[in-house]
């Protein structure tokens, strides 16, 4: 079975700072992981997917598959950035997601 | 275009009664996805419908069950309440098919307490 862990419940950093996520999967196969964001007020939304290979808002994801790691990284974190975090891997194209537990991000000015 | 809206927004119930959530899927949406998040944890999969049939299951007892209409609106239902029951049910609709229109898009939720 699959399984995502998010080591950190909390992460405070300070404006223009670099912030990294951590997010760890176990399994066997080949997996889809995403990033999903949810800002105060808001519902939880995509921020992005391994297989765009893209920057959102200026983070970035990459799959390690040596590792099975799948770490959100921004090099200077912004106010707008302080929301609820969650990791997510999915087997097959139309599958179930499987979530991480969250990270809080509080971005301090 | 109208996103995944969810109903009602909060419902207080009592143990061993029953509950009805419902869920309108964004236009165009042919798949529909249940998750229950509990307070301070990540949302889990209940069941995912597809053109009005099961297709998935999480790992949750048979007392939820659910539903998807011809209009792909889907109803997620709950038996013999539960304490543990108590959480947020997050409804997520997609259209499998290929990368630009297979992402979940989430509605708001539905907070259900059990007294």
């Known amino acids: 079975a699959q399984r995502v862990t998010q080591p950190e419940k909390l992460l405070s950093v300070f404006k223009g700072a670099p912030v990294e996520l951590k997010c760890n999967y176990s399994y066997s196969g080949s997996p889809e992981l995403f990033w999903y964001v949810q800002y105060s007020r808001q519902r939880l939304q995509l921020l992005l997917r391994h297989i765009s290979r893209e920057s959102i808002k200026g983070f970035t994801a990459d799959l390690n598959k040596g590792e099975t790691s799948f770490h959100l990284k921004k090099p200077f974190a912004q106010e707008e950035d302080s929301a609820m975090y969650y990791c997510?891997?999915?087997?097959?194209?139309?599958?179930?997601?499987?979530f991480g537990g969250g990270t809080r991000v509080l971005v301090k000015p | 275009e109208t996103g995944v809206t969810q109903s009602p927004t909060h419902l207080i119930k009592t143990r061993g009664q029953q509950v009805t959530l419902r869920c309108s899927s964004q236009?165009?949406?042919?798949?529909v996805s249940w998750y229950q998040q509990a307070l301070g944890q990540g949302p889990q999969f209940i069941f995912q419908y597809y053109r009005e049939e099961e297709n998935g299951r999480g790992n949750f007892p048979p007392r939820f069950s659910g539903l998807q209409f011809p209009n792909y609106s889907s109803e997620l239902n709950v038996n013999a309440l539960e304490l543990d029951d108590s959480a947020l049910y997050l409804c997520?609709?997609?259209?499998?098919?290929?990368?630009?229109?297979?992402?979940?898009?989430f509605g708001p939720g539905t907070r259900l307490t059990v007294l």
């Open positions: 997510a891997l999915r087997k097959a194209a139309g599958n179930k997601l499987t």
């Open positions: 997520a609709s997609s259209e499998p098919g290929g990368l630009s229109t297979d992402t979940q898009y």
């Open positions: 236009s165009g949406h042919n798949t």
